[in-house]
């Protein structure tokens, strides 16, 4: 991509997975020269158990969104309709951003939702939805733009809603500093906002 156009010679692998997992790979020895999380509160753990060598910068942001099938074919309008029970929504497991997410986005609306399945990430619940297999699910805004014309996305109010801040450091064990720096800078510069941006992501 652009960056390995700016920096030949770095080969770059990316490791998607929820933050939580990522993060329990690497305290587990996994080698990774930049982790980037989802939210703050993952970033902190590893920052506690002095995972990384440079301090995080909040690199983009992003908000969640109610994911439903192409046509959106059961009416959903809001967060209340998934309160159903003869709905099927899930949401990711609490122990992944999205999870914390879409908890707190129901609490602050004063819905409560019985999830039929708890996934071990984002994209479990939106493969889900767009194959038919559950109704709804919250998910990120981007995911939503990701899925295309497999699913609908139905907006949350902004007075409910959570701005989910994606940190991002070079590890203390990099294996490759120097470059995962250079990765580092270019993410958080104006070139890699435009990037993210055109995904659907947010500028902080």
């Known amino acids: ?46 920052i506690d158990d002095g995972g990384h060598a440079g301090e995080p910068i909040v690199f983009t942001t992003n908000r969640a969104q109610i994911i439903v099938e192409r046509g959106n074919p059961e009416g959903i309008t809001g967060l209340e309709d998934l309160a159903d029970d003869d709905l099927v929504v899930i949401s990711c497991a609490p122990q992944v951003p999205c999870g914390r997410y879409g908890q707190q986005i129901l609490d602050n609306a004063d819905v409560t939702v019985t999830f039929d399945s708890l996934e071990e990430n984002v994209r479990a619940v939106v493969s889900k939805v767009t194959l038919g297999e559950a109704d709804a699910g919250i998910v990120y805004v981007t ?3 990701g899925a295309g014309d497999a699913a609908d996305g139905v907006e949350i ?35 890699g906002k435009a990037i993210l941006e055109s995904f659907g992501f947010v500028a902080p």
């Open 143 to 145: 995911d939503v733009i």
């Open 1 to 46: 991509g652009a960056f390995s156009a700016a920096n030949p010679g770095v080969d770059v692998r990316f490791n998607f997975a929820a933050s939580s997992e990522l993060m329990t790979q690497i305290r587990e020895g996994a080698p990774a020269d930049v982790f980037a999380s989802a939210d703050l509160t993952t970033m902190a753990e590893l």
């Open 157 to 191: 109010p902004a007075d409910v809603n959570v701005v989910a801040e994606y940190p991002i450091a070079v590890t203390d064990d990099a294996p490759n500093p120097a470059a995962a720096q250079a990765f580092v800078d270019f993410v958080t510069s104006a070139g």
